[in-house]
């Protein structure tokens, strides 16, 4: 990845769960960090997993994360930054609509803006804002994970409540909930409506 101008630009990188994102967003800051480059990072307050300052993937790896306010994150990120000029976002699929002008307008100062999220809900439909992220970024990767029933390419999040295919009608996030996930593909993937 490397820049054609002087300009910033935005990368996305988008998928289901369990397709690596956080863990290709911890390797981008990584590589960063080792060119010397300053890094900034941050995630949305309602994700609280790993603690509540730390960008955790799955296989371990983490990055000390300043906690945003989803709903408004840009006065936190513009305050929070000291010259930073790679910025590292994950979970974007939590962030509002701002999140979109958020970053085209630190690519707009100079920087590289790298946001991870999920790019389709658990119906298989568009989870903004992270379809209209794509729109304007840069670079744009589509990881996948294996579909844990069949051992295609998984695209597709599959919600389970107490092991039974959650109801097409639930609320896009549950924060808290008893449930699981799972990585499908799209012949996989199931959801209830009865
Ligand atoms: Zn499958």
Same mark, same amino acid.
């Given at each position: 990845?490397?820049?054609?101008?002087?300009?910033?630009?935005?990368?996305?990188?988008?998928?289901?769960?369990?397709?690596?994102?956080?863990?290709?967003?911890?390797?981008?800051?990584?590589?960063?960090?080792?060119?010397?480059?300053?890094?900034?990072?941050?995630?949305?307050?309602?994700?609280?997993?790993?603690?509540?300052?730390?960008?955790?993937?799955? /296989? +371990?790896?983490?990055?000390? %994360?300043?906690?945003? $306010?989803?709903?408004?994150? @840009?006065?936190?990120?513009?305050?929070?930054? #000291?010259?930073?000029?790679?910025?590292?976002?994950?979970?974007?699929?939590?962030?509002?609509?701002?999140?979109?002008?958020?970053?085209?307008?630190?690519?707009? /100062? +100079?920087?590289?803006?790298? %946001?991870?999220?999920? $790019?389709?809900?658990?119906? @298989?439909?568009?989870?903004?804002?992270?379809? #209209?992220?794509?729109?304007?970024?840069?670079?744009?990767?589509?990881?996948?994970?294996?579909?844990?029933?069949?051992?295609?390419?998984?695209?597709?999040?599959?919600?389970?409540?107490?092991?039974?295919?959650?109801?097409? $009608?639930?609320?896009?996030?549950?924060?808290?909930?008893?449930?699981?996930?799972?990585?499908?593909?799209?012949?996989?993937?199931?959801?209830?409506?009865?």
């Amino acid at each position: 990845m490397h820049a054609i101008t002087n300009s910033g630009w935005v990368e996305v990188i988008s998928g289901c769960m369990f397709s690596g994102k956080t863990e290709e967003l911890l390797r981008r800051l990584r590589r960063a960090e080792i060119a010397g480059q300053e890094v900034a990072a941050f995630k949305p307050s309602i994700d609280d997993r790993y603690g509540t300052e730390t960008i955790g993937s799955h /296989d +371990g790896a983490k990055w000390e %994360a300043l906690v945003v $306010d989803p709903e408004n994150p @840009g006065p936190e990120i513009f305050e929070a930054l #000291n010259g930073e000029q790679v910025v590292g976002i994950d979970e974007a699929n939590f962030f509002s609509e701002n999140l979109v002008s958020v970053c085209e307008q630190l690519a707009e /100062d +100079g920087r590289r803006v790298i %946001a991870s999220g999920l $790019d389709m809900t658990f119906r @298989g439909e568009p989870f903004e804002p992270v379809p #209209n992220l794509i729109a304007v970024a840069e670079y744009v990767d589509k990881v996948q994970a294996i579909c844990i029933k069949c051992g295609e390419p998984a695209t597709r999040t599959q919600r389970l409540i107490d092991g039974v295919p959650a109801h097409v $009608d639930d609320p896009t996030i549950l924060v808290g909930a008893e449930e699981s996930y799972e990585a499908r593909c799209r012949n996989c993937h199931t959801l209830r409506t009865d």
